[in-house]
């Protein structure tokens, strides 16, 4: 492996970098744009496994961690949402083997709900984070990752934005596969275990190890100044950004960040220092922008036009020059819809039909809301359907209007979080009942058909033991648990949905039918050697 | 700094092979000696939406998306989708289209693998080079028949 180049995106070089770290466990759930990591760490020969949601991944992680194991954990940015509970005490526990958390953020929202910036996670958890701006970078950084973790004990965050993780270029694979093999396992409760007083001093020792990577940035070679020499503008940058600064500005001097938390402040000020205008180019939130000026160091900023969308040589040249007019914009591109032949087509061809109030979740199913269905009045998160469902229904009361309200989730994304909003459904029913439409189309569709426990099948497509939606429903004392087929007995459907509606009880109607791009999947997979016995 | 660069669009919508067909340029930019970088915009888009892929070869590319006005060579499978990627031509912006193909290929499975052909009468890579890696990624008579179909796009049929 060592001095071969090849090309690569950089969610596959991420997956490279950690083999090459010999990584125990890759563990995440899919999510645009990070879903590749653990599909190309797996095809490469590395163990890697889809969680039920990214808390469990983060949570087996950590386990793996304990156990002096070296953890990836990939999701995009709102998966850290979910994972953040755990995240938050991780940092205090400090790992064992090297934990290295990647988060793809999404900035211009290409797949996802909000582009929230994760880089505030380094900061509000106490974590170091570090950036790639390339393919090449985001091996480089995982490996670097993995060192820095075990070195001070703590987990890193890799943040990636979809252009770094979709975009690619070539990798020197430079490290030679290490055999690595976590040493015994030694119990330290006095720092694993959160009881308030080893809490209180893992804290401390926590900030101390926050200023220890500061000064350990300091010195490092994590920033670097390019094109060094211009005094007229100084630019400091990190991710895809400092990439569309050398291209946007190339008269400037550049500081590129690679680690930008703990960030080098001295550096910083020092670079500042010696540029007549120094600004800070970031996509997303002020994140640098706002913790230089806490640090005392004047800095030019950026209008808030450029908090939102992605960064472009384009928009970096706006930027700089404060324009905000909007860039010139082509005719609307197509937008996506359902397949034809979709079965989520029927649901929605019926729930639009019978003027239903409708609470979406996450997935290919949100297009519901597109038209020609327009049936969708409200998609929050993962899970979110359920909760949201029973909520309306108990503002709504004991009206007509209640009883029209129903809540629609996919398989996937039911195992991730829909589980607890049943439970909710079974232990808080409201007055009229409830009903959630729970499609099951056998697989993660819209990331792209990753395996779930419900599918049979691993990450890596062995065989798995397939957990029952119905006896799930069933067994957490839903009144009733249905299962029909949207294609083949259409009439049957929805003559059930309305019986359903019109009753008091707690109903999961189970949709079940495959989607037509997994059984093509699957159709190659039965005559491929890819199924594993 | 961009001159030293050739900037190459796909545009087309979910299916139609563009992410392929830029794999296969970006592979071929790497195995000649340049620099490159790829970029695409996908996702919700393999639902039948617009997809787009952004190839840029050269000395050094730093930014890994085309620059408004900046395309050297659109590669649009959908006719419809130029109108969207507009922006990002110029005057000089080579434009390859289904009609630059036989009726046949147009509306055949292999559409992007015959505009490939029609780029690289332009670009000028080595035909053994692109016959390789059309192989590589299409086994057996599939691969056989995309060759076929590029040297239809590049007039060596």
Known sequence: ?533 | MSRDITNVLFVGIGGQGIIRASDMLTEAAFRLGFDVKKSELHGMSQRGGSVSSDVRFGKKVLSPMVPVGMTDYLVAVSEDQIEVARPYLNDATVIVRPSDLSADDAKSRMANIAMLGVLNRYLKFPADLWETLIRENFAGPVGEANVLAFRRGANLA
């Open chain 1, 1 to 533: 492996m060592a001095d071969k180049k090849m090309i690569l995106s950089g969610d596959g070089a991420i997956a490279y970098g950690a083999k090459a770290c010999g990584v125990t466990l890759g563990a995440g759930y899919p999510g645009t744009p990070s879903t590749e990591i653990l599909e190309t760490l797996t095809s490469i020969g590395g163990a890697a496994q889809w969680s039920p949601n990214e808390k469990v991944a983060l949570e087996v992680a950590t386990g793996v961690s304990l156990g002096n194991g070296r953890a990836l954990v990939t999701m995009k940015h709102v998966g850290l949402n979910v994972a953040a509970d755990p995240l938050f005490t991780l940092t205090y526990m400090g790992v064992n083997g090297g934990l290295v958390i990647v988060s793809a953020d999404d900035p211009g929202m290409v797949s996802s709900q909000n582009e929230q910036d994760n880089r505030n996670y380094a900061k509000f958890a106490q974590m170091p984070m570090l950036e790639p701006s390339s393919s090449q970078e985001a091996y480089d950084l995982t490996i670097r990752a993995f060192e820095l973790s075990e070195k001070f004990k703590v987990p890193v965050l890799l943040r990636m934005t979809t252009r770094v993780c979709h975009s690619m270029g070539p990798v020197a694979l430079w490290k030679e596969d290490e055999a690595f093999r976590p040493a015994p396992y030694k119990a330290d409760a006095t720092t694993k275990v959160m009881i308030p007083a080893y809490a209180r001093r893992a804290h401390v020792r926590l900030i101390q190890v926050m200023r220890d990577l500061a000064a350990y940035n300091e010195a490092s070679d994590l920033h670097t100044v390019l094109n060094p020499g211009s005094s007229e503008l100084g630019i400091l940058s990190s991710g895809v950004s400092v990439q569309h600064v050398l291209e946007a500005a190339p008269e400037a001097s550049v500081l590129q960040l690679k680690m930008t938390w703990p960030l080098p402040m001295d550096a910083i000020r020092k670079f500042a220092s010696g540029v007549k205008r120094f600004a800070v180019v970031e996509e997303g939130s002020r994140f640098l922008e706002e913790n230089l000026r806490a640090a005392g160091i004047a800095v030019e900023g950026k209008e808030d036009v450029f908090e939102c969308g992605e960064l472009s040589v384009g928009r970096v040249k706006q930027l700089l020059a404060h324009d905000t007019t909007p860039p010139p914009a082509g005719a609307p591109g197509r937008p996506p819809a359902l397949c034809p032949g979709c079965p989520h087509r029927k649901t929605f061809e019926l729930l639009s039909d019978l003027k239903l109030t409708v609470l979406g979740d996450i997935g290919c199913y949100t297009l519901g809301v597109l038209p020609p269905f327009s049936a969708m009045d409200a998609s929050e998160c993962m899970g979110a359907s359920i909760g949201m469902g029973l909520g309306l229904r108990r503002s709504l009361g004991d009206t007509p209007e209640a009883r029209r309200v129903v809540s629609v989730i996919g398989d996937s994304t039911f195992l991730h979080s829909g589980l607890t909003g049943v439970v909710d459904m079974v232990y808080n029913k409201p007055a009229t009942g409830h009903v959630v439409l729970l499609l099951d189309n056998g697989t993660t569709a819209m990331t792209g058909l990753q395996e779930h426990a419900a599918t049979g099948y691993h990450l890596d497509k062995t065989p798995a033991v397939p957990i029952k939606l119905e006896d799930v429903c069933r067994a957490l004392g839903v009144d009733h648990v249905d299962v029909v087929d949207p294609v083949g007995d259409n009439d049957g459907y929805r003559a059930l949905l309305q019986e359903r509606l019109a009753s008091n009880d707690a109903t999961v109607i189970i949709v079940r039918r495959p989607c037509l791009m997994q059984m093509k999947k699957m159709a190659k997979m039965a005559n491929s050697t890819e199924v594993k016995k």
